[in-house]
């Protein structure tokens, strides 16, 4: 009986070829590829398939067919053929106020960057070509001296972003051997890097210490032992421990390493005086090392967020880390790449290391990447061309002209009576692991409705637009933080956008 149901239900679906011939999608099967409306037409009767089977199987509709609608099939259908025929990967306008922001591809790059990369993708380059010695050359020659300048490390590798150089770190140091890291700082980050998965994939062996909220340099000295290969500092990129916290310092876990690789030298000094052992080939496969995950990785010191203000490199580096490593595109305002920094002989280690090859960076990664650590030779010129420093520390005033603009754009296309418009005072956040927990003040302009309502809207600007524009939603109204437009055509974009909405609202 249900079954029958069931048969008679989905034999109601519209066949593919009868879909094609509906008007909606008969029309765009003269300009797309006939291919990709096919596909489109399949899947929205899956899409339908799916639905009715659920009802069916919940039981609303189990004494009563399912209704067909064969018209809304054709219309999805329509839509998805559209939607495949556009390039996925396109520009959004960011009005949502989050600089880093890791759905929107993290940092925007400098100008100067972009045309870098440009300059290596449209001919050769020499990627790997020493002109000097006119003989093969090294890619990773390209960004090497400058990360070395920049941070006052001996030595730079950059791979392909900061989760493989975590990974690669802990697969050289730790392989069979012990990491030990504070409980407070397993953290997860955007939802798919782990300390701990990364830890058991890359054949670490994780010693937790300490407690969720407090953990002392004894706690690490007392998990101590033969095998332990690294002391782990993780950034707690996405959030911050307040109140009855305590975590240990790089300088506290630098002295602890320094006093076990001593005892472990005289150790294997006396055994191999006994003769009854031989010495490690490199010291560094017996020593301690300190490494530190610093997650965004800030080059400059930004004074501007007082106590919020990130470590930067140089200072952890000085600390007595013995290894640093952080992103490319978080706070660095570049390109997606993991930057490992530190000794000589360890990041000569790391280079020779087969992982590194399966990671290595693209040439037009490199090219951006080069530019924009070429960018940072002048501080004042990182902060005025790297668009992920300037939009960060952009003040108030900064950004009232801007607000301003797009408040008399929105004013010129929506008369008064179907909405209000006005600029309001509200907070931006860094996003991507940066400065968590600051309150950056903004300005925004805000869109109140008399006609039509702001979810509406923002589903308008987001689903039907060539240039999505992502905006925040307050109570009911829908807002425009200025901090983070990135191109100066955005402001038209946005009131274009909302201009039609309103049309079709009306
Ligand atoms: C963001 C982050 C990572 C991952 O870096 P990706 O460049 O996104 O791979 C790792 N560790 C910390 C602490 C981070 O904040």
Request: aromatic content about 4%; hydrophobic content about 40%; proline content about 4%.
């Amino acid at each position: 009986m249900v079954q029958d149901i069931r048969q008679k239900a989905l034999r109601e679906l519209p066949q593919i070829e009868e879909l094609l011939r509906t008007s909606p999608l008969e029309q765009l099967c003269d300009a797309l590829p006939r291919a990709m409306a096919v596909q489109a037409a399949r899947d929205a009767v899956d899409e339908a398939r799916q639905e009715m089977l659920s009802l069916l199987e919940h039981g609303k509709n189990g004494a009563c067919p399912v209704q067909v609608d064969s018209e809304a099939i054709a219309l999805r259908a329509a839509r998805l053929a559209l939607a495949a025929a556009r390039p996925s990967l396109r520009r959004v306008v960011n009005a949502a106020g989050v600089v880093i922001h890791t759905n929107l591809g993290r940092s925007v790059m400098a100008p100067s960057a972009v045309e870098a990369a440009r300059r290596v993708a449209e001919g050769y380059s020499t990627l790997e070509y020493d002109t000097e010695r006119m003989a093969r050359g090294s890619r990773n020659d390209h960004c090497e001296r400058l990360l070395c300048l920049l941070t006052g490390a001996q030595a730079a590798l950059a791979v392909n972003n900061n989760a493989a150089a975590v990974m690669l770190v802990l697969s050289e140091f730790s392989k069979r051997r012990q990491t030990i890291v504070s409980r407070g700082q397993l953290v997860e980050i955007g939802g798919s890097f782990r300390i701990p998965d990364i830890m058991e994939l890359s054949g670490a062996h994780m010693v937790e210490v300490g407690t969720t909220n407090k953990t002392h340099v004894n706690d690490f000295k007392q998990a101590l032992t033969d095998q332990t290969a690294l002391l782990l500092k993780v950034h707690p990129s996405n959030y911050r421990m307040t109140g009855f916290t305590e975590s240990v310092s790089v300088k506290e876990l630098k002295a602890l390493a320094d006093k076990e690789n001593r005892y472990r030298a005289e150790r294997e000094l006396a055994d191999s005086a006994k003769q009854d052992q031989r010495p490690w080939k490199h010291a560094a496969s017996r020593d301690v090392l300190v490494y530190e995950d610093q997650g965004s990785g800030s080059l400059l010191h930004l004074s501007c967020f007082n106590d919020y203000a990130e470590p930067t490199v140089h200072e952890s580096l000085r600390e007595g880390c013995d290894l640093v490593s952080f992103s490319g595109d978080k706070i660095l305002g570049g390109p997606q790449a993991g930057i490992i920094v530190g000794r000589k002989d360890l990041i000569d280690r790391l280079k020779a290391n087969p992982l590194s090859r399966a990671l290595r960076l693209d040439k037009m990664t490199l090219a951006a990447l080069e530019e924009t650590l070429r960018l940072y030779l002048s501080p004042e010129r990182a902060l005025r061309e790297i668009p992920t420093l300037a939009m960060l520390t952009a003040t108030v005033n900064d950004l009232r002209p801007k607000a301003e603009q797009l408040l008399a754009a929105l004013q010129a296309v929506v008369p008064s009576k179907i909405c209000s418009v006005d600029i309001v005072e509200e907070v931006s956040r860094a996003g991507g692991g940066a400065l968590p927990m600051c309150d950056i003040p903004t300005l925004a302009v805000r869109i109140s409705f008399i006609v039509g309502n702001a979810l509406d809207c923002e589903r308008a600007l987001i689903q039907q637009r060539q240039t999505p524009i992502i905006g925040r939603i307050k109570k009911d109204s829908l807002l425009f933080d200025v901090r983070t437009l990135a191109q100066p055509d955005e402001i038209d974009l946005i009131a274009k956008a909302v201009a039609e909405y309103f049309e079709k609202a009306a």
